[in-house]
């Protein structure tokens, strides 16, 4: 069984980085596109970006500017860094399994999420 | 605003059929995928591509598209399929990922 674990600080101050990384079980990295996806409190979805374990990425135009996602195959785990955060990037922050079929990506696999709160 | 418009709220009489739709000009293109979240819980990928259904999810959940809209069908509602549903595609520009604003749906 495929399973994702979102790790890394809950709180930070505005300017801050926030870094997260997700440890993958049950299945190999070195395959499918491996994604972030956010939620802030009380409100939808938003997709933040996605790495192809053979390291090629793409992002939310949004975010692109302060977004990195790496990946690491020998501990089977991918990253994401949000540079300057503000409060707006208060969320629960998801990591997923991409699926690329039918000319579109799917999201099979969730991690449980993690909340990260931006506050001074 | 989302380029993926749904409904904030529908509601079902118990074990009757209801239909959440997502609305996008991507979708005359793409098929949408269904996530299903419920309070506190990470979403659930429950139709994607023409009309597939992952491994564990009943067949009551089904998938339909026509023109710029696309629709998730639960045929014969149950209680535990209150929650809030997610469309997801691609933008209209068809290089980056978009989801709905998402539907809560109340089972009565």
Do not use: H
Not at chain 2, 14 to 25: A, E, F, N, W, Y
Request: overall charge neutral.
């Amino acid at each position: 069984q495929v399973q994702l674990q979102e790790s890394g600080p809950g709180l930070l101050k505005p300017s801050e980085t926030l870094s997260l990384t997700c440890t993958v079980s049950g299945d190999s990295i070195s395959t499918y596109y491996w994604s972030w996806i956010r939620q802030p409190p009380g409100k939808g979805l938003e997709w933040i970006g996605y790495i192809y374990y053979s390291g090629s990425t793409n992002f939310n135009p949004s975010l692109k500017s302060r977004v990195t996602i790496s990946v690491d195959t020998s501990k089977n785990q991918f990253s994401l860094k949000l540079t300057s955060v503000t409060a707006a990037d208060t969320a629960v922050y998801y990591c997923a399994r991409g699926l690329y079929s039918y000319a579109n990506l799917y999201f099979d696999y969730w991690g449980q999420g993690t909340l990260v709160t931006v506050s001074s | 605003s989302s380029e993926l418009t749904q409904d904030p709220a529908v509601s079902v009489a118990l074990g009757q059929t209801v239909r959440i739709t997502c609305q996008g000009d991507s979708l005359r293109s793409y098929y949408a995928s269904w996530y299903q979240q419920k309070p506190g819980q990470a979403p659930v990928l429950v139709i994607y591509g023409k009309n597939n259904r992952p491994s564990g999810i009943p067949d009551r959940f089904s998938g339909s598209s026509s023109g710029n809209t696309a629709s998730l069908t639960i045929t014969g509602a149950q209680a535990e399929d209150e929650a809030d549903y997610y469309c997801n595609s691609r933008d209209s520009s068809g290089n980056y990922w978009v989801f709905g604003g998402g539907t809560k749906l109340t089972v009565l």
